[in-house]
């Protein structure tokens, strides 16, 4: 599959600045769930709310506060969307989605402090997330694999909990290059806030 330069340097600098620290590296494990807040309409009609959940692995510099997360997440876009004006509707989607972030991390007070990240994702189909119209015999199918950036802020608190806000935005499209109408379908590189909390064991 092919992307875009930018896509290709972006991964480049982050698994540098990672390998870069990690021989210094603190592990850290926990588990991540988080809500999507909004996105992009891909049909006419506004999208079904999503969320996110799965595990992680962190590896912190000590003192330093830098270092790199990575996550495996089960993901879900329950559509409850149709255009009835022009007989389309779209499936839930499922998928796992696989993010690499650098972060930083800023303490403020022993039990409170602040944090950036920002990376690359990976977003691999399990299921749904098709077209169908009226009239056609095929369904307009999603692609089984999205890549793309994500930024992040939020507060940490007894380097337990990390409750942050993020957002996701696509580099590449979600279907092919299929002519459909575009009254009835948006082929767009979708763009999702998401708030998540992350937990430590």
């Known amino acids: 599959m092919k992307v875009n330069c930018f896509s290709s340097i972006s991964l480049l600098l982050i698994l540098l600045a990672a390998n870069a620290s990690i021989s210094s590296a603190q592990p850290g494990f926990g588990v991540r ?21 799965g595990p992680f692995a962190e590896f912190t510099v000590p003192a330093s506060g830098f270092g790199m997360n990575i996550s ?44 950036l990240t920002g990376g690359v994702y990976g977003n691999v189909k399990l299921d749904g997330g098709n077209i169908k119209i009226k009239d056609v015999i095929d369904e307009y199918k999603a692609k089984d694999f999205i890549f793309g950036l994500g930024a992040g802020a939020g507060v940490n608190v007894s380097n337990r909990f990390d409750i942050g806000v993020y ?32 937990y430590y064991f």
Do not use: C
Not at 33 to 53: C, E, F, M
Not at 181 to 190: H, Y
């Open 167 to 198: 957002f996701r935005g696509d580099l590449t499209k979600n279907y092919g290059d299929e002519y459909m109408d575009a009254d009835v379908f948006q082929n767009k590189k979708n763009q999702t806030w998401t708030v998540a909390i992350n």
């Open 72 to 115: 495996v997440l089960y993901g879900h876009k329950d559509y409850k969307a149709e255009d009835k004006q022009n007989d389309a509707s779209i499936s839930d989607y499922s998928y796992i989605s696989i993010p690499v972030n650098i972060k930083q991390k800023i303490g403020i007070v022993p039990v409170f402090g602040v944090f």
């Open 33 to 53: 769930g988080g809500i999507d807040v909004a996105s992009n309409d891909i049909l006419n009609v506004g999208n079904g709310l999503g969320y996110q959940i």
